[in-house]
């Protein structure tokens, strides 16, 4: 168990809706990073938190927006959901800003039908 | 931006050594990571260089060359449950870059 929290574990939707998806990242650490898996797909980043700041972003979508929360748990929107964003998505979290190893969450499957 | 390279599949047989190579190309780079994946579950830290030189954990080692853009994951007296994905990962720019992996498969 790495300590860090993922909801929903699996997620069926359809195309057009929205989803929101929560990670809780292990105590004490102040960075958040989301990825995507699709099937044959390496990790694709998307988008680092630091302390409830935005820090950098990666191959993320204009459909798709994060945020960091005061308690530092945070949050993945997909919105109008396409066949193609089915995939795991993964959280991961560290104890400072970059440099240091981050541990993962179990991820979130999202299926969109 | 960056770009990360390392073979798609390997193949060992089981308490053999295999040798996982990596290159890569990135601005700012401040550190090399390996990670192992199994299949469908998360990815699992082993190892992070961000000096030139080896660090050896265990069974497994790394090796990073800054100058070269290089990295090797080295895994000694293989096992079945090694069978997995390894992926080498840079970091630079606050973010940590993925390769695509590689499928290491133990063979008895």
């Known amino acids: ?113 | 931006g960056q770009n990360i390279d390392q073979p798609t599949e390997m193949t060992a047989t089981e308490g053999a050594i295999v040798q996982i190579n990596c290159t890569y190309q990135t601005s700012g780079f401040n550190g090399l990571f390996w990670y192992q994946q199994h299949a469908g579950e998360a990815p699992t830290f082993l190892s992070y260089n961000v000096l030139d030189g080896l660090e050896e954990k265990g069974r497994f080692s790394s090796f990073l060359s800054r100058s070269k853009g290089y990295s090797y994951l080295l895994l000694k007296e293989l096992q079945m449950k090694d069978s997995a994905s390894y992926l080498c990962a840079a970091y630079n720019d606050y973010k940590l870059s993925f390769g695509a992996g590689t499928t290491v498969t133990v063979r008895a």
Not at chain 1, 10 to 18: E, K, S
Not at chain 1, 77 to 95: M, V
């Open chain 1, 1 to 113: 168990d790495s300590g860090v929290t993922q909801t929903p574990k699996h997620l069926i939707t359809a195309t057009g809706q929205r989803v929101t998806l929560r990670c809780s990242p292990r105590s004490g650490d102040l960075s958040v990073y989301w990825y995507q898996q699709s099937l044959d797909q390496g990790l694709q980043f998307l988008i680092q938190y630091y302390n409830g700041e935005e820090r950098a972003k990666g191959n993320i979508l204009e459909r798709f927006s994060a945020q960091q929360f005061p308690d530092l748990h945070s949050e993945l929107n997909l919105s109008s959901l396409e066949l193609g964003d089915s995939a795991l998505y993964f959280c991961a979290s560290s104890d400072q800003d970059g440099n240091t190893e981050a541990f993962f969450g179990q991820g979130t499957r999202l299926t969109v039908v």
